[in-house]
């Protein structure tokens, strides 16, 4: 399930350590999870603002960076498409100005996945 409706402002690059994507908000959504799990970090960090990371089958790992509000707390259960957060306001990558970014990681077994391969974005 894609996790917000946004355009895809900067994609998946192993090679400068960007191991996921941003999406640019679409005004009113929310943040929503890409597939059935549990929420196992649900929290501030200094860096990355409001994170919410979720646990799927077979050791698939999402994770939400940059959420302004986190609506879910760790141990709960969420189904694809459910609600799980709402937009951070950042700045972009060319300083034009505030935009809201989610950024979206994927990881198998502590690798990182491009969340393009797996999710129509």
């Known amino acids: 399930f894609r996790p917000a409706q946004g355009e895809l402002v900067r994609g998946f690059d192993i090679t400068t350590g960007h191991y996921g994507v941003d999406i640019a908000e679409v005004s009113g959504e929310s943040i929503c999870a890409i597939h059935d799990g549990t929420v196992v970090m649900s929290d501030f960090t200094a860096g990355d603002g409001y994170t919410i990371v979720i646990q799927h089958r077979e050791n698939l790992v999402s994770v939400y960076r ?37 950024h979206l990681e994927l990881w198998h077994r502590g690798k990182p996945l491009d969340p393009n391969t797996y999710i129509a974005l």
């Open 66 to 102: 940059n959420c302004y509000r986190l609506m879910k707390n760790v141990g709960d259960k969420v189904i694809k498409g459910e609600a799980i957060g709402i937009f951070s306001t950042l700045k972009d990558s060319k300083n034009r100005g505030n935009k809201r970014f989610l």
